[in-house]
């Protein structure tokens, strides 16, 4: 038997590399896709499958996934949304080309690859479609509006899909991570100098007493922070379970934040999420 294939996105670093060569090790056939070719050059030199993926490009959507198919036979057993961005700032200082930017990342670019992979899946009679939120896609905090409500927003397009598909053979799923350590802070500070102007902002002092030391700062763990390997352990649970869970949450937070939403007045979450 061909062994089981699985599209992954964001697999330059963080969860998205260590899934790849977590399944990889499984016997999945993996293709491990980057949006930077450089990327897609230094997995290829480790061994994995890799093509260039940019969510915000359609053309390299289509690509990756047509080369994938190629390489299978015109089958896809599971893809992974994983890729994504963040742009920190306050909400006030936040530019709408700069939130459509983390929306066209997050959240549009997954949708249309998940559009492109249901007929091959509706076609061979089986798939799984797993989305990766966080634990911003449950709750709120300060600095981040643009990477929560994209993350909201993914969370409300997957429970939907989730809800459509009842009638296929088509399983779609949600990690939650979050605290994981990957590259992310580091990557979005070039969004930050592209999109803020936080000098001019009214809230001035705060980013200097908070968001740029934890920006441009040494980057220590945040508390409950676990590795990429916990993502990749729920991911192989979300594949290989036989009839897969709708959520698979990871670390505390996720869990603590899933109870918190539910049984805490809205006025008593918002004081401890103001504290993140």
Known sequence: ?????ILITGCSSGIGYH?????????????????KPDDVTRLRDEGLDSFHLDYTDSATIRSALDATLEATGGTLDAIFNNGAIALPGANEDLPRDGLAHVFDTNLL????LTRMAIPVMRRQGHGRIINCSSVL??????????????KFALEGLTDTLR??????PIHVILLE???IGTRIREN?????????????SARADQYRGALLKRLYGAPGRDKFELTPSATSAALIR???????????????????????????????????LARA
């Open 19 to 35: 899934a790849a060569h977590a399944l990889k090790s499984r016997g999945w056939r993996v293709f491990a896709s980057c949006r």
């Open 163 to 168: 809800v459509e598909m009842r009638d296929t």
């Open 238 to 272: 979300a594949l290989e379970d036989r009839k897969p869970a709708a959520r698979y949450r990871v670390t505390v937070p996720t869990t603590a934040m899933t109870v918190a939403r539910r049984v805490m007045p809205t006025r008593a979450l918002d004081w401890i």
């Open 1 to 5: 038997m061909a062994p089981l294939s």
């Open 188 to 200: 979005s500070t070039a969004l930050f100098e592209r999109y803020i102007d936080w000098e001019s």
């Open 177 to 179: 991570p979050g605290p």
């Open 109 to 112: 670019g997954p949708h249309e």
């Open 137 to 150: 896609g449950l709750v709120a905090a300060p600095w981040r509006s643009a990477y929560v409500a994209s």
